[in-house]
């Protein structure tokens, strides 16, 4: 096909174009899809992990229903080692930490909680770990230990449940005044709604004298 004067200059500057930049268009457009194949691959890998982490957590599920000691153990070891990143080993060691604490293996129990609070990819798990690691610390007694874990950042949410546990512990340190504070608190950031928690921090708080 012919072409006029004025299209062939424009094809000289094309074909002009393309040698000088040629290369560096096609690196580009090879680095766009090795990109695309690489987040594709990775979508697929993180699947095939949160399949693998769920039949665990199920596993799991069924030894606590059988309190089956060495398959919750199993279970939940091999998603914390295998699958820390998922939510599912979160959820696991804190199913995990419950059985354990049931049966009075406080060690395991603390293990467990204190492996979410290191490693959970979740800020809502963590902060529920830390709420019962620091409960299980009153328990021990370790109470400078138990308010160091609520004095962590926390969702609001958890705001009310935080400032009660404080209060406990600093009545068993014989902190009457702090501990009023913080149940005080605990009523202030509590839910209107949640009668049964704000009547018990009330009594608390009666007991201290107001």
């Known amino acids: 096909m012919a072409y006029d004067l004025e299209e062939q200059e424009q094809l000289a500057q094309l074909k002009g174009w393309w040698k000088d930049n040629g290369t560096s268009v096609l690196v580009v457009v090879a680095a766009a899809v090795i990109a695309a194949s690489g987040w594709f691959g990775w979508r697929n890998w993180q699947a095939g992990q949160a399949q693998q982490a769920a ?20 279970a939940s070891g091999s998603l914390v080692e295998g699958f820390p990143r998922t939510l599912y080993a979160g959820m696991g060691a804190l199913a995990s930490a419950r059985f354990h604490l049931e049966r009075g293996d406080n060690k395991s129990a603390r293990a467990q909680l204190q492996w979410v609070v290191d490693r959970s990819s979740s800020d809502e798990l963590r902060d529920i770990a830390r709420l019962r690691l620091a409960g299980l610390l009153l328990d021990e007694k370790g109470y400078d230990e138990a308010l160091a874990l609520l004095e962590a950042k926390h969702a609001p949410a958890m705001a009310a449940q935080y400032a009660v546990l404080k209060g406990d512990i600093l009545v068993a340190q014989g902190k009457a005044a702090e501990a009023r504070a913080a149940y005080r608190l605990a009523l202030e950031k509590s839910d209107e709604r949640s009668g049964a928690f704000r009547a018990g921090v009330q009594l608390r708080l009666d007991a201290l004298g107001g």
Do not use: E
Not at 58 to 71: E, I, T, V
């Open 55 to 74: 039949a665990l957590y199920d596993s799991l599920q069924k030894g606590l229903q059988a309190n089956d000691a060495k398959s919750v153990r199993d």
